[in-house]
């Protein structure tokens, strides 16, 4: 039995996560309590009703949803303060950490280890950290996690209307995620770009299409306000909506450009989508082409983050 709890990150790396630890669950049939989904259980099917179909997956412990989150935020800070003051966290069960690093010295964990797998099934394990993964299985297992994180209403009627009207504006329609926020400070800000270089990279993409007689409409999600002046002569569809909706957007378009981010990565895997992932601002692009592991074939230093 794994008893995750993972809580500093945002949504898109917890759904990252807990599906790499689902897709482990069910390919070796364990039992799975994620306690550090609390926050955005109420966005999902699966994860408002707690059920997971026939599987033995759960958000909850104690069946007490503030006690599970109060458990869940001592876990956590019990983590880092032993980790802090003696390298080392004690603890009742077994215990597997990740520490994340924003440099190419980050190490995964390959959840189909042997050692691992051995000991979920003789006994409770505690998992703490983000740095988990099990990238066969996430696949193997795609339709099933698909489902347990299906939007739930009014977010998945939004999309679908959102989507109904821009996909009328051009043949192609181009899914931009311009990240900001932590960026300006994430890996010292070298993807925190500019609406100018943003605008130049749609341009490069409306060239490319034309030659084989397509248009395009970039459907715009950011966490700040964008300036529409910056784009000028773009076919575009913006406003502030709720992430959820911008989610979920994304992973109906046809193309999705944007920085290194698990939020991209997460739409082009739930819609099976061609990703774009823009390591420089003044990047030369080609026609997207998909490629199942949502990255691209150059080597960066923090690829490794993006790796699932």
Same mark, same amino acid.
Not at 151 to 165: L, R, T
Not at 214 to 222: E, G, L, R, V
């Given at each position: 039995m794994v008893i995750l709890n993972s809580q500093n990150s945002q949504l898109a790396n917890r759904l990252w996560g807990f599906s790499s630890f689902i897709a482990n669950s069910i390919e070796h049939n364990y039992p799975l309590v994620n306690l550090g989904f609390y926050k955005y259980r109420k966005y999902f099917e699966a994860t408002q009703n707690n059920y997971f179909g026939n599987y033995p997956i759960s958000i909850k412990r104690t069946g007490i949803g503030f006690l599970d989150y109060f458990y869940s935020n001592v @876990?956590?800070?019990?983590?880092?303060?032993?980790?802090?003051?003696?390298?080392?966290t004690p603890t009742l069960y077994k215990f597997y950490c990740t520490k994340f690093k924003e440099d190419k010295t980050t190490t995964l964990f390959d959840l189909n280890n042997a050692s691992f797998i051995n000991d979920v099934k003789k006994q409770k394990v505690l998992v703490h950290g983000w740095m988990f993964r099990d990238s066969?299985?996430?696949?193997?297992?795609? =339709?099933?996690?698909? &489902? %347990? @994180?299906?939007?739930?209403?009014?977010?998945?009627? &939004?999309?679908?209307?959102?989507? $109904?009207? $821009?996909?009328?504006? /051009? =043949?192609v329609l181009v899914g931009v995620h311009i990240r900001r926020g932590d960026y300006a400070t994430f890996v010292n800000g070298k993807w925190f770009y500019t609406d100018i270089q943003y605008a130049d990279i749609m341009h490069q993409l409306t060239q490319i299409y034309a030659k084989v007689g397509k248009t395009c409409a970039f459907f715009i999600c950011s966490n700040e306000d964008i300036n529409l002046n910056n784009f000028s002569s773009l076919t575009l569809l913006y406003k502030p909506r709720h992430f959820m909706v911008d989610l979920y957007a994304l992973a109906k378009? =046809?193309?999705?450009?944007?920085?290194?981010?698990? @939020?991209? &990565?997460? $739409? /082009? %895997?739930?819609?099976?989508?061609?990703?774009?992932? !823009?390591?420089? /601002? =003044? &990047?030369? !692009?080609?026609?997207?082409?998909f490629n199942s592991s949502l990255l691209p074939d150059c080597d960066f230093s923090e690829k490794i983050l993006y790796t699932f």
């Amino acid at each position: 039995m794994v008893i995750l709890n993972s809580q500093n990150s945002q949504l898109a790396n917890r759904l990252w996560g807990f599906s790499s630890f689902i897709a482990n669950s069910i390919e070796h049939n364990y039992p799975l309590v994620n306690l550090g989904f609390y926050k955005y259980r109420k966005y999902f099917e699966a994860t408002q009703n707690n059920y997971f179909g026939n599987y033995p997956i759960s958000i909850k412990r104690t069946g007490i949803g503030f006690l599970d989150y109060f458990y869940s935020n001592v @876990f956590k800070n019990w983590v880092s303060i032993t980790h802090k003051t003696i390298g080392k966290t004690p603890t009742l069960y077994k215990f597997y950490c990740t520490k994340f690093k924003e440099d190419k010295t980050t190490t995964l964990f390959d959840l189909n280890n042997a050692s691992f797998i051995n000991d979920v099934k003789k006994q409770k394990v505690l998992v703490h950290g983000w740095m988990f993964r099990d990238s066969i299985n996430i696949r193997k297992h795609r =339709d099933k996690i698909l &489902q %347990f @994180f299906k939007p739930v209403e009014p977010y998945y009627s &939004q999309v679908i209307n959102e989507i $109904a009207h $821009a996909t009328k504006l /051009a =043949d192609v329609l181009v899914g931009v995620h311009i990240r900001r926020g932590d960026y300006a400070t994430f890996v010292n800000g070298k993807w925190f770009y500019t609406d100018i270089q943003y605008a130049d990279i749609m341009h490069q993409l409306t060239q490319i299409y034309a030659k084989v007689g397509k248009t395009c409409a970039f459907f715009i999600c950011s966490n700040e306000d964008i300036n529409l002046n910056n784009f000028s002569s773009l076919t575009l569809l913006y406003k502030p909506r709720h992430f959820m909706v911008d989610l979920y957007a994304l992973a109906k378009c =046809d193309v999705i450009i944007g920085p290194p981010s698990t @939020f991209s &990565q997460w $739409a /082009a %895997f739930y819609g099976n989508k061609p990703l774009v992932m !823009l390591l420089t /601002a =003044d &990047q030369k !692009l080609e026609m997207p082409k998909f490629n199942s592991s949502l990255l691209p074939d150059c080597d960066f230093s923090e690829k490794i983050l993006y790796t699932f």
